[in-house]
T-cell receptor, first 115, second 119 residues
């Protein structure tokens, strides 16, 4: 069975500093996709970044980068130069490899950026 | 990025009534849409997978007759909470998977969610 684990229920970071949000996953299938979403207090889920299991390089999208360590089955999100607007819940998710394309979500990490 | 809308954004209804929530992909076609439920301070729980032109696939423990899903077109899926009860109060959020090839195929875009309160 596939599983996503986020061990940090809450994190603090000082504005303008970098922060790493942890995510580990468990799957026996060689083909999978990993996602990070941001959920502000408004509730909307905002897609941040995607990493495919066969991608050779770590994904980057602006201030977001994904530290993909396949052997360790980890897909940590790195946010550089934190901004106050980054305060939100962050969810790591994995796409199931069958044709359903379902996403399995981790429990989330609440990030608070301090001014 | 792709835009997914949900309507209504919040609804309050009396116990026993039915509530319909719409999920629309505004600028792309989505053969597959997903319905999630989220309790306060919890993660998203997948309820069902909605496929255009066919019956929805429900996750274990989700009542099919309680949560009716219709995916009538490539841009619209609806979730109807029938005979709603206070325990159905929750945040319901849909997502749509973009069709086609390329990296965009891998991405699910989420709607803004619907807050349901059943009195």
């Amino acid at each position: 069975a596939q599983k996503i684990t986020q061990t940090q229920p809450g994190m603090f970071v000082q504005e303008k500093e970098a922060v790493t949000l942890d995510c580990t996953y468990d799957t026996s299938d060689p083909s999978y996709g990993l996602f990070w979403y941001k959920q502000p207090s408004s509730g909307e889920m905002i897609f941040l970044i995607y990493q495919g299991s066969y991608d050779q390089q770590n994904a980057t999208e602006g201030r977001y980068s994904l530290n993909f360590q396949k052997a360790r089955k980890s897909a940590n999100l790195v946010i550089s130069a934190s901004q106050l607007g980054d305060s939100a819940m962050y969810f790591c998710a994995m796409r199931e490899v069958d044709s359903s394309y379902k996403l399995i979500f981790g429990s989330g990490t609440r990030l608070l950026v301090r001014p | 990025g792709a835009v997914v809308s949900q309507h209504p954004s919040r609804v309050i209804c009396k116990s026993g009534t039915s509530v319909k929530i719409e999920c629309r992909s505004l600028d792309f076609q989505a053969t597959t849409m997903f319905w999630y439920r989220q309790f306060p301070k919890k993660s998203l729980m997948l309820m069902a997978t909605s496929n255009e032109g066919s019956k929805a696939t429900y996750e274990q423990g989700v009542e099919k007759d309680k949560f009716l899903i219709n995916h009538a077109s490539l841009t619209l899926s609806t979730l109807t909470v029938t005979s709603a009860h206070p325990e159905d109060s929750s945040f319901y959020i849909c997502s749509a998977r973009a069709t086609g090839t390329g990296r965009g195929q891998e991405t699910q875009y989420f709607g803004p969610g619907t807050r349901l309160l059943v009195l």
